[in-house]
Structure formats: C-alpha cells, structure tokens
C-alpha cells in the first residue's frame, strides 16, 4: 500500500505516463495505420485522455499531469512552493516511462512507415559572429561542416539523397559561386537580400539532381 504522503506523487506519476502514451502514441499510431485515425481522432487522443486522467487524479494530488501547470499554480499561490520539485520529478519520471511504453508497443514500426524521409536542422553558425570572437565562428563553422558532412554521407551509404536548404543570404551566395543563376531551383524571390528576420528560406537543388526527385 502506498503511503499518503506518496500518492499524490504516485498519481502524478502514473497520470503523466498515460497522457504521453495516449497522446503521444495516438500520434505514432496514426502514422503506422496510414492516417485511420486522422487528426480528430489524434486529438480526441489528447483531449478525451487528459479529461479522463485529470479526473482520476484530481482528488489524489490535483490532476497538474504538466510541469507548467504546477508551476502556474505555485506561481499564484494555489500551491506549495516546497513540493514543486517532486511533482516535477514524478512527472518527469512519468513522461519517460510513458514514452518507453510508446517504444516498447511499436518497436521498430516508426522505421517501417515507408516515408523514408528525415530532418536535420544546424543552428546558424554565423549567429555566433555576433559575439566578436573569431575563434569561436570558426570553430562553430568547423563544427557545423562536420556534422553535415558525417549526415551526408551517412545517407548516401543508406542509399539515399540528401537535400541541403540555406537561408536566403547562403544561398545567393551559392547560386551565385558554385550552380550558376540558372540552376537552382525552389530560390524565393529577392534571397540575395541578407535579411534574416523577413526574407523566406528557399533551398537550392543543382540541376543534376532535380531527376532523383521526380
């Protein structure tokens, strides 16, 4: 049995690994069945679980089931600021065993969707000139060609194509020095203006391998 003083932690605990297998998994489950449940069932998934969840828990330690929450609450005085932590901690806990719950029903089916399509997003290593330091641009730049370079080439021994998008300012730079103004394509107009906060991102693509993505 468990002891009082425990079950609110307990039932945050508990609370918070339903919620992420149930919404999180609706997610993955929506994508394995090829969309059966679509986004209303995904969200019927989130909202319809939480309802059910809260209510399971209200009376055992509040229903927070969400860091920020008890944050919210203790932030306007409707809880202990001393308790924060291990609510925090159970929820933490929680949230990890959902998602190893998640793992452990689909196992290996996420790579077995047939999307075959990944995302790798490097932060702007140019942000770093900002701070005046030289050996520190240079280092991010090292740093960034790095790992670009160990994902491209991790995709072509997977025998897959790799699709490089820069901002505007990188990629004028590349249409103009290495493809020619006739050889990429996807450029958004105007990207030869170097304006990080209004310019949309295009992505260039050299004329050799517009066919692969056909």
């Not at 924060?84 to 998602?99: E, F, H, K, T």
């Amino acid at each position: 049995m468990i002891p009082s003083s425990l079950r609110p932690l307990a039932a945050e605990f508990v609370g918070t690994a339903l919620f992420v297998f149930l919404g999180a998994g609706s997610v993955v489950m929506n994508a394995h069945t090829a969309g059966a449940l679509g986004a209303t069932g995904v969200a019927l998934a989130h909202g319809v679980g939480l309802a059910i969840i809260v209510s399971m828990t209200m009376n055992i330690s509040g229903g927070h089931i969400n860091p920020a929450v008890t944050f919210a609450l203790a932030a306007t005085k409707r809880f202990p600021w001393r308790e924060v932590p291990m609510y925090w901690a159970s929820q933490v806990l929680g949230a990890i065993l959902g998602a190893f719950g998640i793992w452990a029903t689909f196992a290996d089916r996420g790579r077995d969707l047939g999307y075959g399509f990944g995302v790798v997003n490097f932060a702007n290593p140019d942000m770093v000139g900002h701070t005046g330091s030289i050996p520190a641009v240079t280092e991010a730049v090292e740093t960034t060609d790095t790992c670009l370079g160990d994902v491209v080439a991790a995709v072509e021994r997977a025998g897959g194509v790799s699709l490089v998008t820069a901002e505007p300012v990188s990629l004028a730079a590349c249409r103009a020095q290495r493809y020619g103004k006739h050889s990429v394509h996807g450029l958004r107009h105007r990207a030869e203006v170097a304006d990080h906060g209004y310019e949309p991102t295009g992505f260039g693509l050299p004329a050799e391998g517009v066919e692969s993505f056909r």
